[in-house]
Every structure is written in C-alpha cells, then in structure tokens.
C-alpha cells in the first residue's frame, strides 16, 4: 500500500509539474483518484500529515517577527474580514436555500453559520507553499498574509477550545519559564554545529513544543508555531528552516493525500463543493478592500488577498469536530473537503498570472489607495551607482563585495526583507528596501543611472517577473542574472536576460582563480 500511493503521488505530481502547476495539486488528485480505485488512507497518510503541518507552521514562526503580528493591517485585518465574511457569507448561504439547492434548503441559522465559519479561514498550507514557490516570503505581501493566517490560527485555536470544552491546564502559566531561559537554550543550538544535529534538533523542538503544549491541554500545532517564533531571532533560524524544508514538504504529501481520502464523493457533492468555490471572489473582495482603507498600497492588497482566497485545512477541522458533535452532517464534510481542494487549485492557477495582471491593469487598483500610505510603505530614492544588485542573500552579497573592492562606490543592494535591510546598512553596505517584482518601484527611480541590474535570486520564476517590470519601464542597461540548471540558463536567455552564470559552475570558475593566486607569485619568482 505504501509504495502505491507514494507511487501515485509522485505520478501526479508530476503530471501536474509538467503543465506548470505545483505538485501539491497532482497529491491532491492522487487521494482522490485512489480513493475512487477503492483504496483506503492507512495510519501511515495521517501521521505523514500531522508530521507535515507541525513542521511547517514550526518554520512558519521561524520567520516571523512578533512586531509584524501587532501592525493594525495584521490583527485588525485578520479579525474585521473574519466579521464582515460571517455576515455576508450567512446572507449569500441563505440566499442559495431559498434557491431550493439540495442540502442547502434543509440548513438552518446554526449549520448555516458553521459551514461559513469553516470556510472563513485561509489555508497555510497552500498560501506558504504558494510564497514559498514564488519566493515570496519576504516580500511586505508575503508577511502580510503569514501574518493574517497567524491570527486566523489563533481564532480557530479560540474556538477549538470552545467547542471542546478543552479547558488549558492551571500548569499551562509554567510555559512562561521558557522566556528567561532563552539565553541558555541559544546556548545549547550554538553547540550542535552545522551538520546533521541541525535537522535532528528541528524535529525535537518542534515536536517537544508540540507535546509539551498538548500536556498542557493547549493545541500542539499551536505550540509548534510559538516554539519557531521564539527562535526566531536566533542567528541559526534560517539554517534550521533550510534543513527542514525537504523534510517538510515530503511529509505534506500525506496531508495533500489525506483530503482525497476523506470520502468518496458524488456528482451532486462536487456540484455544490464548486457553488461555494463562487463564494472565493468575495473573500479576495473584502480582503482587498479592507487591507486598501488600511492604507496599504493596491499592489500589497492585490497580491495578499489573492494569495489568500483559498479555504482551509483548519475549515476541515471545524466541520469534522461539528460533524462529531451532530452539528453537521457527513455530506457537508465531503462537500467542504472538495471545496478547499478546488479552491488550493485556483489560487495556484491564478496566483501563477497575479504580478502580470496586476501590472497590465494597475491603474484599476491603484484608485482605490489612499492618499496617505503607511510608513513602511514609502520607496527610499536609491543612489545613482551605476550597477544593481537585486537579492541580498549570499550570492547578492558576494557580488557586492566583488564589485566594490574592484570598482569602488558603485554598486548598491536591493531586498525585501526590512531586518536584513537595516542590518547590512550597519554594515556600512548600500542596500534599500524595495519588491523588485512592483512596477511602482522600477517607476519611482531614475533608471537611467543605472547601466547593469544582476538579479541575484534563487527562484526563475521571479527573476523573469523582474526582467518583464524592468524591460516594460524602457530601461536600456543590462541584465544579468544566476542559475542553477541548464535549462533554467536557457530560458532565461530566451526570455531577454542578456547574461545568465550558471551558479554551480561559476562558483567552482572562481574558486579555482582565486586558488590559483596562491601560486602564481611563486611561478613568477621561479621564472625570472
């Protein structure tokens, strides 16, 4: 059984990479097809799955900054859509019954409520995957719905305990004693090194959150979160994220798989599963709106409410505690399992085309900003150096520092991360924030300074987005830009990047020059 569906999943994702959709979606069909061929989930599916959110919202609060929970375009943003979903999506609920729709004619005020409710939260999975593929994370949209989705947890945590009657235990204040003995527990992650203790100590902290917050009769997962956020700050963070990732998304599989086989579904089931999916447009509505009068800019807006028009794996564990607790029926849990499927399909198809849309018809969006925008917000005029650097990760900062020791004051960094930002200009580097992926930026600065742009970044994807946003600005410089592969260098350069260094190979050119520094001198003095 377990080689089948391994066997599968990785046929469909596959399948589905290869018509330009992530994976996740071929896993998906993988547990629906399977289920249809009369397999059934094994224990096996649900501790991979368990496994795989507990680890990923783990390396969720690794990113996060706690600051970036308190902004009001966070906490209220979270909270008002939260409102303004239940009472419109109560009214659209009830409008369909009067339609005499199957199942939703035999609905009443209570059910009603529940099902919206469900369908209010947005999916962790499927939104951190979807930044995560984009290289998004970072980005001012990119926090801003992790953190949305944060306070979106933290409700459902809220009425878990509700519901359950799952009272934290009085001991649970003990938890606190962590914050004091933070000092020492960075002390002990110091230790382990950079090697293989790296992903062990991931795992035994995420899980040790996880069961220390269920003895205390609080939701693991939740403990999991709070585990990654208070390591946060440590200097490790990344290195532990990275060598958790490969872990992380083979071990989702079995959550993606899980959701097929929830049931076997009938046509009448996927027919209202797709009338609920309608409901999508105004989830990104509100989002939209609420985080534009929350002075954010139409292009952040856009791309977070986007990102967030999905329904939930937590929507899945609402309805199944109401369908344990005779509040809802099993066909409704089918019906939601199929709608949050659909709807992790749409947000990927359409989240694949937002840049480029949102570019072609910004002018649309943009009337709806306000005048005043946020702090945060506001582009810093960068210098007139002549060459740009996009991505201030290692190999950015490796070209910076190239650069500088050979040509002096003439280069500066671009990033989105604020704290990086900050850092590297105690460093005494020049490096701004800015998304390179905004056309606004590349509007708001003369470009005609600039004579080279190398996009230091990982993901192709984001550095073709680049390349579009600057070449539609008329810039007339160069651009060059890295890549891992072969093929990647290809379609690069067939895309209009004028020079693409393959990394690997690069890397091993200039570590060989370098080397071979050592012993010139002593040939040198030897020949004469």
């Known amino acids: 059984m377990e080689f089948t569906w391994i066997g599968f ?8 990479k290869l018509i330009s959709l992530p994976p996740s979606i071929g896993y998906l069909a993988a547990g629906f097809i399977l289920n249809f061929l009369g397999y059934q989930a094994d224990s096996m599916i649900t501790v991979l799955a368990d496994i795989g959110i507990t680890l990923m919202l783990f390396t969720i609060g690794l990113k996060l900054n706690v600051k970036d929970l308190i902004k009001p375009e966070v906490w209220f943003g979270s909270l008002s859509h939260t409102i303004f979903w239940l009472l419109f999506g109560l009214i659209i609920v009830k409008a369909i019954a009067l339609a005499a729709i199957p199942l939703f004619s035999d609905l009443d005020i209570v059910t009603s409520a529940l099902i919206v409710f469900a369908l209010s939260f947005s999916s962790t999975v499927c939104v951190v995957k979807l930044m995560e593929d984009h290289g998004e994370m970072r980005t001012r949209h990119g926090k801003l719905a992790i953190g949305i989705l944060v306070m979106q947890d933290i409700i459902a945590v809220v009425f878990l305990v509700l519901a359950t009657g799952k009272v934290p235990s009085p001991w649970a204040a003990l938890l606190l004693l962590f914050i004091p003995l933070k000092p020492y527990i960075n002390k002990g992650i110091d230790k382990a090194g950079h090697g293989e203790l790296i992903p062990l100590m991931g795992f035994f902290i995420a899980f040790g959150a996880y ?16 585990a990654g956020m208070y390591l946060a700050s440590h200097l490790k963070a990344s290195e532990i994220t990275k060598s958790l990732l490969s872990f992380k998304d083979l071990f989702l599989i079995g959550f993606f798989l899980s959701i097929g086989f929830t049931a076997l579904p009938t ?11 309608l409901l ?5 509505l509100l989002f939209f709106f609420i985080l534009v009068k929350l002075k954010l800019r139409g292009r952040t807006a856009f791309l977070s409410a986007l990102a967030l028009s999905n ?10 505690l109401s369908n ?35 570019a072609r018809n910004k002018d649309k969006f943009k009337r709806f900003e306000s005048n005043k925008r946020l702090q945060e917000d506001n582009f810093v005029q960068p210098c007139e150096a002549p060459i740009a650097i996009i991505g201030m990760g290692r190999v950015g900062m490796g070209a910076y520092k190239a650069l500088n020791a050979q040509i002096g004051n003439q280069v500066w960094g671009l990033d989105t991360d604020k704290d990086k930002v900050q850092w590297l200009n105690e460093k005494g580097i020049q490096a701004y924030l800015g998304d390179a992926e905004d056309a606004d930026f590349w509007e708001s600065i003369d470009l005609s300074k600039i004579e080279l742009t190398l996009l230091a970044l990982p993901s192709v994807q ?7 946003q600057i070449k539609r600005t008329n810039y007339r410089g160069k651009i060059a830009a890295i890549a891992r592969y072969d093929d990647e260098r290809i379609a690069l350069e067939e895309f ?3 020079k693409v260094f393959n990394f690997y190979n690069e890397a091993g050119v200039g570590f060989a020059e370098e080397s071979l520094g050592l012993i010139k001198p002593v040939q040198v003095l030897e020949t004469n």
């Open 9 to 16: 999943a990785f046929i469909c994702g596959l399948l589905t």
């Open 211 to 226: 069961e220390l917050f269920e003895l205390m009769k609080i939701k693991g997962d939740f403990g999991a979160l709070l």
């Open 267 to 277: 046509m009448e089931m996927l027919a209202i599963a797709s009338v609920l999916t």
């Open 280 to 284: 999508l447009p105004v989830k990104f």
């Open 311 to 320: 329904f939930s794996e937590f929507g899945l564990i609402v309805a199944a």
């Open 324 to 358: 344990k607790s005779g509040w809802l029926s099993p066909e409704w849990l089918v019906i939601l399992s199929l709608a949050v499927s659909l709807s992790f399909i749409l947000t990927n198809i359409l989240y694949n085309f937002a840049h480029d849309y949102f």
């Open 462 to 468: 984001d550095i073709m987005n680049i390349t579009a």
């Open 496 to 498: 209009g990047v004028d």
